[in-house]
């Protein structure tokens, strides 16, 4: 009898164990620094296609080919991995996966400071690449600047208190909501955008020294950690 309480114990322990982590989160490396990003269960197709192509090594090697400061900075186009289309000058930001991801709006997810989105062409369902993103710099706007925008590009789309007051005080692209699908956020290693962000480039906002990418799945382990440090228990 006490041998089958003591395995009972260790099964509940190793069932506890085995337990999946809250949410998913991946890194990208590049030579100005590191990022962590939390990808949102809240848009599963985005987050489940992100880690597809990442545990694939998909990124790896590829170019943050357009960065704009106090915008956003872009990567993900796999043709800038190809020497023979990524010569300084040429047009990048065309290639793609063969296919489009559904958008997944949410009023709660916005496009604040650090957020990740999804890069798309026009298409009227406003569905997103396939594998093209972008990394949210932004600035920070005032109650006149948020109101023009509703009036302007929101046409009429509010914008909820208190997301008005993150715009105000941390900052983000509020022009772009519901229209690119937000699918994660930078948790620690928002300077690496800013560094991006911020360098040297040509005409067509490409950096005029190549910054490339890595992007790692973390681990069961490191994600359970990152939840608990981010998302503790209420006391």
Do not use: W
């Amino acid at each position: 009898m006490k041998r089958l309480f003591t395995l009972a114990i260790l099964l509940v322990t190793l069932t506890a164990f085995a337990k999946p982590p809250k949410n998913q989160y991946v890194r990208i490396s590049t030579s100005y620094g590191d990022c962590i990003i939390r990808l949102y269960n809240e848009t599963p197709k985005h987050r489940d296609n992100f880690i597809k192509l990442a545990k694939k090594g998909f990124y790896n090697g590829t170019l943050f080919h357009r960065v704009i400061q106090n915008f956003m900075i872009q990567g993900g186009d796999p043709d800038s991995r190809d020497t023979s289309k990524n010569k300084q000058g040429a047009e990048l930001g065309n290639g793609d996966v063969g296919y489009t991801i559904p958008a997944e709006f949410n009023d709660s997810l916005y496009h604040k400071r650090g957020v990740l989105a999804a890069a798309r062409d026009d298409n009227p369902a406003k569905a997103s690449s396939g594998c093209q993103f972008y990394l949210v710099e932004g600035k920070r706007l005032t109650d006149d600047d948020l109101d023009k925008l509703v009036q302007g590009r929101l046409k009429g789309h509010a914008i909820p208190a208190s997301q008005r007051e993150i715009y105000k005080t941390v900052g983000g692209t509020p022009f772009l909501d519901q229209g690119y699908t937000v699918y994660g956020e930078v948790v620690t290693g928002i300077d690496m955008v800013d560094r991006i962000a911020g360098v040297k480039k040509d005409e067509r906002d490409r950096p005029l020294q190549n910054v490339f990418m890595t992007v790692t799945v973390l681990k069961k382990g490191e994600c359970k950690s990152l939840d608990k440090i981010l998302s503790p228990p209420a006391p």
